[in-house]
């Protein structure tokens, strides 16, 4: 897990100066926080998942960053592990929107309360949130077996605000497929954009053993399947 500070600061285990995909159309700094609730076997950020990534950086010196890099940047990334669990996010995010900055957070949706009050206190300006299966189908990802009651209400939430947002599937078998892909669909019928990403394979994974059982990767004809599945539901949807 991250390290709150004293102060309400959070202490970061990265930043990537630049960045010209992660914040949709623009030129964006990313900030990773430590610690997962989820156990995603594919989690491309295992070290940063477990609370295990070497490096520390506190948020002071992020915000030093940004404030030197004000007219540079266009927006700024949380991302994780996941950013909700820690107690400092407000203040984080306040210091980082105090500069101007618009903001995106990324989240796997398990802080409906936290992802409220971030929208309620206008924190954030874009979210993504993951749907890593149908709600029902968490088993792999969650050892909560109520998570589907806090997803339902982040999407609602979500959905409900006039903030810019996106849900996103990672597409990786055996949890994503044609059926799978069509209830998540109903499940955010009306949503602004739903994003089909493939699964990489050569990237290392929370669970060694995942890669090695089987391959994931769809193709990119399913994809395109997928897609046209999706598409009816929501009013953008993309494969990225
Ligand atoms: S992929 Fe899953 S385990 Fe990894 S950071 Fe995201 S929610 Fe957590």
Redesign the pocket.
Known sequence: MSIPLGDGSVILAGLQKNSFIDFPGKISAVLFTTG?N???P????AD??RGEYPTRIESAQVIDFLKSRINMLEGVVIT???PTLDSGIFDLCGSIKSLGYPLKLDT?GSRPDVLGRLLQQGLVDFIAM?I?APLNRYGP?SPNPKIHERLTASIRIIMDSTCGYEFRTTCAAPFVNAPAVETIARTIEGAACYVLQPFNRRAAC?DPEFNRRQDPTLFPDEMIRLKALAAPFVRHCIIR
């Open positions: 997962c989820f156990v995603c594919y989690c491309h950020n940063l998942a994780g592990g996941e796997n993951d890593k990802f929370l």
